[in-house]
């Protein structure tokens, strides 16, 4: 078996066996308000990244991101974003 070098959230390089990989599509979003950047932390690193996440297969993009940005930052998607919550800020 051939395994492929990943990186871990930390930023630690750890060895993966090609067939314990498993696809998982994702969505994220750019929203920009007020010439600002909306942005999500990682809990456990406190990086930060944009809106998203995984999505599951067939579920509609447009389905997705109302929920999404509904349930954890509060905005309607696609009209003008208006505020944020704890685990969303604009940069």
């Given at each position: 078996m051939s395994a492929v070098e990943c990186i871990t959230l930390d930023g630690r390089k750890k060895m993966?066996?090609?067939?314990?990989?498993?696809?998982?599509?994702?969505?994220y979003g750019i929203?920009?308000?007020?010439?600002?950047?909306?942005?999500?932390t990682v809990r456990h690193t406190d990086k930060y990244h944009p809106p998203g996440g995984g999505?599951?297969?067939?579920?509609?993009i447009q389905?997705?991101?109302h929920a999404h940005y509904s349930q954890f930052?509060?905005?309607?998607?696609?009209?003008?974003p208006?505020?944020?919550?704890?685990?969303c800020r604009y940069m």
């Open positions: 993966i066996q090609k067939d314990s990989l498993v696809f998982r599509p994702a969505v929203v920009v308000h007020d010439g600002k950047v909306l942005l999500m999505i599951t297969v067939g579920e509609r389905q997705w991101s930052c509060s905005l309607s998607p696609f009209p003008q208006g505020g944020g919550s704890s685990a």
